[in-house]
């Protein structure tokens, strides 16, 4: 355990640039060896990892320090995203962030039960004022977990600035034991003008590398011309554990002179959605691998990139030769690079890249349009990244809205005609997109007469289902007129395989119980400790409404001695 103790109320110069940032300040927030399994800045599904995951043995439980003093600033509990999250502004203008947290420390704990119970809610955001809660470097503050979406125990840290940006926190000196290379799956060329090709074709090539005595790779000797980009799939491994973990940095030569960097040091949450841009996101979604463009296009915001040397895009010219070189590196400078001997020569005739025409053509630029009388389409300007043909289909209820290779930026609005429905049908009925073939999850819905709509981010099959069941409720550790003294928590299960749950709502002798709820397993539970009830009858009250209305309930009574 940490037993540092610093003055909260101190003054320290504000010290942004990348050099001048302090190494010193933070500690590491757990007591066990640093170990991650996320870093900065790696790529993940429609966003960039803005913190580090740091191993917890694959258990809950583990006390979390306060990584420097400061004051708790915010407290938000949610069932999806960070779950259980912690944030902890500092003296220097920089804030932690503690995620995925089984429980708070006891006093924090107190704080959050008495809003929620007031609230009678389990989700909440609170903002404490100044000096309420305030912590030293070191104070226990909670206790990792796997709440939110997380997909195992962790803890999830972040720094962020003044501005709200996540950093990388290992430029504060939190270290981790790194001494291997970056590892290259693949790598790839891509043909960017009109006239232009690579070995004489227009699509992206998967160009074959070889390793080399020094560590590095050379690829096979590729003849081009006009312009082209290449792209890398690489990963990065630590010495503690074999997660495939994201990469610090990549730079990008030719002939020896720097034409693009990207690192991941800080980039805002305004921008994190860019990450679609930077990858092959159609590659991504038919292979599940994610090769990063070494080359900037347009609409392409992302301040990650450093050296920009025409967008790192290269002009071949006929009878040339070029040396291409790129540079991997992770954070502790373990370094692999890849060599691209380049010739400028003209090929006859180019294999064209595949286009498929429609007579549905959207423009990045401009808000579009589909209507077909059942279905309608709205597609506001800047949600595509480039001018599309679009592949659009209705038929009967169902609509085929292009495919999930495109990525979209922002939402667009998916509207069903439903006036073909009684009245007292419409109740039942929601938007849902259809996947795997016969499979289908729920699109949030809203209803306005006789349209139906959902926004959504996700190209895709889209239809209209109904919802007459009702919510499953299963109880785990209560049964009628049973006695569970013992217990140290109370367990129900509930589960809807249709719409989803909406909400639930849970009572002992009439008063609100907050239950704890965890999509992960349809798991809710009560912790005994909140002495809701005195009594040794209770009388326990269970509903759950599901995202149409269906309403189950569940009611028994359990004896229980304090």
């Known amino acids: 355990m940490y037993k540092i103790s610093v003055l909260f109320f101190f003054s320290i110069s504000f010290c942004f640039g990348q050099k001048d940032l302090a190494t010193d300040y933070f500690i590491h927030p757990l007591d066990v060896p640093m170990v991650i399994s996320g870093t900065f800045g790696e790529l993940r599904s429609n966003h960039f990892h803005s913190g580090l995951d740091m191993k917890t043995n694959g258990e809950e439980g583990l006390k979390v320090y306060a990584a420097a003093s400061g004051r708790i600033s915010r407290i938000k509990i949610s069932h999806r995203g960070y779950g259980k999250a912690l944030y902890v502004s500092h003296p220097n203008g920089y804030t932690?962030?503690?995620?995925?947290?089984?429980?708070?420390?006891?006093?924090?704990?107190?704080?959050?039960?008495?809003?929620q119970y007031a609230k009678e809610s389990y989700e909440i955001e609170l903002f404490p004022t100044s000096g309420s809660l305030t912590v030293n470097q070191g104070d226990i503050i909670a206790y990792s977990g796997n709440t939110g979406g997380s997909s195992g125990p962790h803890l999830h840290f972040e720094i962020r600035d003044q501005k709200a940006r996540p950093m990388n926190p290992l430029n504060f000196g939190i270290e981790v034991k790194d001494t291997r290379k970056p590892i290259v799956n693949s790598l790839w060329a891509y043909t960017l003008g009109e006239n232009g090709h690579v070995n004489g074709t227009q699509k992206p090539i998967k160009l074959k590398i070889t390793p080399q005595s020094d560590?590095?790779?050379?690829?096979?000797?590729?003849?081009?011309?006009?312009?082209i980009g290449f792209g890398v799939s690489t990963i990065d491994k630590q010495d503690l554990a074999e997660n495939n973990n994201g990469i610090y940095e990549i730079s990008t030569y030719i002939n020896g002179q720097e034409n693009l960097r990207l690192e991941m040091n800080r980039f805002s949450f305004a921008e994190t959605r860019y990450a679609n841009r930077l990858i092959d996101y159609g590659y991504f979604k038919k292979n599940r691998s994610r090769i990063s463009k070494l080359f900037i296009e347009q609409n392409n915001p992302l301040t990650i990139y450093k050296n920009k040397v025409n967008n790192g895009v290269l002009a071949i010219e006929d009878s040339l030769s070029y040396k291409y070189t790129i540079s991997v590196r992770d954070h502790?400078?373990?370094?692999?690079t890849i060599n691209i001997p380049i010739l400028g020569k003209t090929i006859l005739p180019i294999t064209k890249k595949d286009i498929v025409k429609t007579t549905n053509y959207a423009r990045s630029t401009e808000n579009y349009t589909y209507n077909s009388g059942i279905v309608d389409v709205f597609i506001p300007k800047g949600s595509l990244y480039d001018d599309t043909y679009l592949n659009l289909s209705v038929q009967g209820e169902t609509a085929k809205i292009h495919n999930n290779r495109t990525p979209l930026h922002k939402k667009m609005t998916i509207a069903f005609d439903v006036s073909n429905y009684k009245e007292e049908?419409?109740?039942?009925?929601?938007?849902?997109?259809?996947?795997?073939?016969?499979?289908?999850s729920f699109s949030d819905t809203s209803k306005k007469g006789n349209r139906f709509y959902t926004r959504t981010r996700t190209f895709g099959t889209y239809s209209l289902f109904t919802d007459y069941q009702k919510p499953i409720i299963v109880p785990i550790n209560v049964a009628n007129k049973k006695w569970i003294s013992t217990a140290t928590h109370l367990k129900i299960k509930i589960n809807d395989s249709q719409s989803g749950i909406k909400s639930y709502r849970g009572t002992i002798n009439g008063k609100f119980i907050l239950l704890e709820y965890d999509y992960k397993t349809g798991m809710l539970i009560y912790d005994f400790n909140d002495i809701i009830s005195t009594e040794s009858e209770n009388n326990f009250k269970l509903v759950v409404l599901d995202n149409v209305g269906n309403r189950a309930t569940f009611e028994t009574t359990f004896y229980r001695k304090l």
Do not use: C, Q, W
């Open 96 to 115: 932690t962030v503690y995620a995925h947290l089984k429980k708070f420390a006891p006093e924090i704990e107190e704080y959050v039960k008495k809003r």
């Open 425 to 440: 049908d419409r109740k039942k009925l929601y938007i849902g997109r259809i996947y795997n073939s016969k499979k289908h």
């Open 332 to 336: 502790e400078n373990n370094t692999t």
């Open 215 to 227: 560590g590095s790779f050379k690829s096979e000797k590729i003849t081009a011309m006009g312009t």
